[in-house]
Nanobody, 126 residues
Framework: VQLQASGGGLVQAGGSLRLSCAASGGRFSLYTVAWFRQAQGKEREFVIVNSWGGGITTFADSVEGRFTIQRDTAKNTVDLQMNSLKPEDTAVYYC????????????????????WGQGTLVTVSS
């Protein structure tokens, strides 16, 4: 499956942004989808994951209550809705996919994901 992320941009602190990840060559309904991010000079980190089949979603502590993940089966997309954005949310965001599933509360390692989109930059100004 090939992934294409879009929707990044510049937003003020406290604002919202919606990223979209489109899949081709496969149905998202059969894949666990996650978002990772990488800020300049930092390690790539887990943001959120939604497992296929049961819809279990796990959030990183830093985004819980602010970010949500939504699947659109008809469009074969998975969106990341980001609210109450903070300057520390500034990063390149990557959508990723795997056919594995993860238990609730488990932060998956990035190596568990075989499919990666190209990344989209989110900049939050203070």
């Amino acid at each position: 499956v090939q992934l294409q992320a879009s929707g990044g941009g510049l937003v003020q602190a406290g604002g919202s942004l919606r990223l979209s990840c489109a899949a081709s060559g496969g149905r998202f309904s059969l894949y666990t989808v996650a978002w990772f991010r990488q800020a300049q000079g930092k390690e790539r980190e887990f943001v959120i994951v939604n497992s296929w089949g049961g819809g279990i979603t796990t959030f990183a502590d830093s985004v819980e209550g602010r970010f949500t993940i939504q699947r659109d089966t008809a469009k074969n997309t998975v969106d990341l809705q980001m609210n109450s954005l903070k300057p520390e949310d500034t990063a390149v965001y990557y959508c990723v996919a795997t056919q594995r599933r993860f238990a609730s509360g488990l932060y998956p390692n990035r190596n568990a994901f075989a499919y990666w989109g190209q990344g989209t930059l989110v900049t939050v100004s203070s």
